[in-house]
């Protein structure tokens, strides 16, 4: 029986200036040396006995293209140590990217690593990294969790700098809160670090590998929430200062100097926010390590949940607009423009004389040429008066002939009946979907709802990547075949790249581009609305609305897209 896991391999960047297997390779060992969790010592891999023996229990050779259970296709192997090897796989029933921990059956951590995968995912908790299956099958022990590719490591993160005071505020408040879940049940970490952490672009940290890398990796602890308490604040010190609170460098950040100790870290970086040092200080109070001021120390996740939520709320930096440039005044004044004579003197203001308009005609002919004019525009009045009385006479006994039914404005066509939905799905047939829970939001009514795809650095066309290759959009399931004369969709932005298909009339469950063979409209660019008339119905019961470019969503580098609301008209 599949379990599920929350340990991750990797989280790729979509952002279009590297390959996802080059992000693989650098953000995906997992902290696979065991680096030191609370600066103290390295961390148990269990005794050297097991530890040889997990060496020993070498896996069968594996290699890209292999498959497990006729489904999960590896592709690249991503780590392999202590007898157990990860990798970046493919689910190709659901044609979307996972991670694969695989070890051999035999292997002295098997039975842990299963126990660990089964209980967290007990837990159900979305902050968490979900595992999809975990399996004992031919003589090997295998995992498969989420790939997030539209997420980013902490440590990639740092690596650009310190974070502003409220995203290090919602960092230690999101990741608190979500240990002190895990905690209540019974579960812990043990190797929280930059590199387990993960943000997603829409500004939530995610954790992976709850109690499956410890369990990977033979750790064990007699004070779990005390360690997952002190791997949290250095979680916070790193944030603030961009250092490793500890002698040593570790994650890609350089360690403290030596020989000084444990330091606040408004005192190793200035404008550092105050509450958010103390709190740090709090977290991290161990072996004889005291705050600057006199707290007292969080020794669960829990009490440092309670002591983030006590501080006032740290909001975020305010958009800085530019100040326009000062009003420049024009070169000229009311009546007359600005000149200057030869000698830069101002030129005297001259009068000119006005001529008299000449005499109007006063002779007899004049006056006689006044009435032919005058009498010609009555005439041409009377004329026009009496052919648009005649025009209007018609059209009103046309009206109130029997069998006209049509305007006075000529014959329009009308929309024909609004067709009910049955269901939407969003289109992502090779990697994993961005906002699957919010595909109904265009079958609503409501256009204030969306469905909204990830943002996308650089690539208009989904970053340009296999797994995206397709683009993406929405499938309405209309519950049976049916004619279709005409489609309204209103776009979440305008000047994304769309076009509509149809599945044919047989078709059952269509994921594929190739599946929807019929073509309701060309590709091209959108406006706020896409609206389609048909000249010949269409039969069908799935219809495509597909995305192949997104549209700037206002700066110059970020690109994102989506749809608010999908008719169809019978």
């Not at 997990?54 to 890209?64: C, F, R, V």
């Not at 101002?346 to 002779?363: D, E, I, N």
């Not at 109130?400 to 939407?424: E, F, I, R, T």
Request: net charge negative; proline share 8%; aromatic share 6%.
């Amino acid at each position: 029986m599949a379990e599920r896991s929350t340990a991750a391999v990797d989280v790729a960047d979509t952002s279009g200036e590297e390959p996802l297997t080059a992000k693989a390779g650098k953000a995906t060992d997992d902290g696979a040396k065991a680096e030191k969790v609370s600066g103290r010592e390295q961390d148990a891999a269990g005794t050297d006995e097991e530890r040889a023996e997990a060496i020993e229990a070498q896996p069968p050779e594996l290699h890209s293209g292999h498959k497990l259970a006729r489904r999960y296709r590896l592709e690249e192997c991503v780590t392999r140590l202590d007898g157990f090897s990860s990798w970046r796989a493919v689910d190709e029933k659901l044609r979307r990217a996972v991670g694969v921990h695989i070890l051999p059956a035999d292997h002295p951590r098997a039975r842990p690593v299963l126990s660990a995968a089964r209980s967290s995912a007990l837990l159900g908790d979305p902050r968490f990294v979900q595992v999809l299956d975990a399996v004992e099958e031919n003589d090997l022990v295998y995992v498969v969790h989420e790939w997030l590719p539209d997420a980013t490591e902490l440590t990639t993160v740092l690596a650009n700098g310190p974070l502003e005071p409220h995203d290090a505020y919602q960092l230690v408040s999101q990741v608190s809160q979500a240990m002190a879940a895990a905690h209540r049940e019974g579960l812990s970490h043990l190797r929280i670090t930059p590199g387990s952490v993960l943000r997603t672009e829409s500004g939530q940290y995610r954790i992976r590998g709850l109690a499956v890398m410890a369990a990977l990796r033979g750790i064990t602890c007699e004070s779990p929430q005390r360690a997952d308490t002190e791997a949290i604040g250095a979680l916070l010190y790193a944030a603030l200062t961009q250092r490793w609170p500890y002698e040593n460098d570790a994650h890609g950040l350089t360690g403290l100097p030596k020989g000084v100790g444990l330091i606040a870290p408004d005192q190793v970086r200035a404008g550092v926010h105050r509450g958010l040092s103390e709190l740090a200080m709090r977290a991290l109070i161990n072996d004889g390590a005291t705050a600057s001021r006199q707290e007292q120390p969080c020794t669960t996740p829990e009490e440092l949940a309670k002591a983030v939520a006590a501080m006032p709320r740290i909001r975020p930096p305010e958009t800085a607009f530019s100040t326009p440039p000062p009003y420049q005044r024009t070169g000229y004044q009311q009546g007359s423009y600005r000149q200057s004579s030869a000698h830069g003197t101002p030129a005297p203001h001259v009068t000119q004389p006005v001529s008299s308009p000449p005499s109007p005609l006063q002779s007899r002919t004049g006056r006689a040429l006044k009435w032919s004019v005058s009498a010609l525009l009555i005439a041409a009045l009377g004329l026009g008066s009496w052919q648009l009385a005649d025009t209007l006479l018609k059209r009103e006994k046309d009206q109130d002939a029997p069998g006209n039914s049509q305007p006075a404005g000529g014959p329009k066509k009308h929309p024909g009946k609004a067709l009910s939905v049955k269901g939407a799905t969003e289109f992502s047939p090779l990697a994993e979907p961005f906002s699957e829970d919010q595909a109904h939001n265009v079958t609503d009514g409501d256009p204030s709802t969306a469905w909204v795809t990830g943002r996308f650095r650089g690539w208009p066309n989904f970053g340009n990547l296999p797994p995206r290759a397709d683009g993406s959009g929405i499938i309405v399931d209309l519950g049976s075949a049916k004619d279709i004369s005409g489609i309204q969709v209103s776009m979440y932005r305008p000047d994304q790249t769309v076009e509509i298909r149809a599945a044919a009339p047989s078709a059952t469950d269509p994921t594929t581009l190739g599946d929807f063979s019929q073509s309701v409209s060309k590709l091209g660019k959108a406006g706020d609305k896409l609206d389609v008339k048909l000249d010949q119905p269409v039969k069908s019961r799935y219809v495509l609305v597909h995305i192949t470019k997104l549209s700037s969503d206002g700066t110059s580098d970020w690109f994102r897209g989506g749809i608010s609301e999908i008719k169809i008209f019978s």
